[in-house]
T-cell receptor, first 116, second 108 residues
Framework: DTGVSQNPRHKITKRGQNVTFRCDPI?????LYWYRQTLGQGPEFLTY????????KSRLLSDRFSAERPKGSFSTLEIQRTEQGDSAMYLC??????????????FGPGTRLTVL | GQQVMQIPQYQHVQEGEDFTTYCNSS?????IQWYKQRPGGHPVFLIQ?????EVKKQKRLTFQFGEAKKNSSLHITATQTTDVGTYFC????????FGAGTRLTVKP
């Protein structure tokens, strides 16, 4: 399977704990995005990478959230001191930016986070 | 900041009826994309529109991009039960902003 993969698929944690999610994009894709989705809403942009560079970060992303893509391949999203409001589906997507307009994003299955 | 709004929020149709969802942006977009998300699934890319006034068709689905590149629509002709899901538009300017989606249910 050469699609976008995310691990873990589900995470239950207690408030105040730190959690880390991993995303493995499609291998030749140079862009990687993180989104958060809650029930009944569309995906909410968090941040994205072009290769290993984090080019944009949503103003909605608090200091408790940090993302890395150290070698321009897989990425991790860490949430420190989790709060109940962090409970959501965290989606990763990747795309190939070839310099044109096309930026089709391929989504992974997501990591569902539940903070108790 | 850039906002993308989508209406209606829900649409329930009888199988065979048509369906349309509308997307509006507060700012001019460089392109717009449409995604479909089945219940319990993740968004799946349907199409991208780039040019002002562009119209694209995929079988029973017709996508339009407004002349001002601030609105778009998705029209499904003669819905089928397989069309069930939530349809999202996503507008791109500096980053990708998704609408809240239109959830379509189809009664057989």
């Amino acid at each position: 399977d050469t699609g976008v993969s995310q691990n873990p698929r589900h995470k239950i944690t207690k408030r105040g704990q730190n959690v880390t999610f991993r995303c493995d994009p499609i291998s030749e894709h140079n862009r990687l995005y993180w989104y958060r989705q809650t029930l009944g809403q569309g995906p909410e942009f968090l941040t994205y990478f072009q290769n290993e560079a984090q080019l944009e970060k949503s103003r909605l992303l608090s200091d408790r959230f940090s993302a890395e893509r150290p070698k321009g391949s897989f990425s991790t999203l860490e949430i420190q001191r989790t709060e109940q409001g962090d409970s959501a589906m965290y989606l990763c997507a990747s795309s190939l930016d070839a310099g044109g307009h096309t930026d089709t994003q391929y989504f992974g299955p997501g990591t569902r986070l539940t903070v108790l | 900041g850039q906002q993308v709004m989508q209406i209606p929020q829900y649409q329930h149709v009888q199988e065979g009826e048509d369906f349309t969802t509308y997307c509006n942006s507060s700012t001019t977009l460089s392109n717009i994309q449409w995604y479909k998300q089945r219940p319990g699934g993740h968004p799946v890319f349907l199409i991208q529109l780039v040019k002002s006034g562009e119209v694209k068709k995929q079988k029973r689905l017709t996508f339009q991009f407004g002349e001002a590149k601030k609105n778009s629509s998705l029209h499904i002709t003669a819905t089928q039960t397989t069309d069930v899901g939530t349809y999202f538009c996503a507008g791109s300017l500096n980053d990708m902003r998704f609408g809240a989606g239109t959830r379509l249910t189809v009664k057989p």
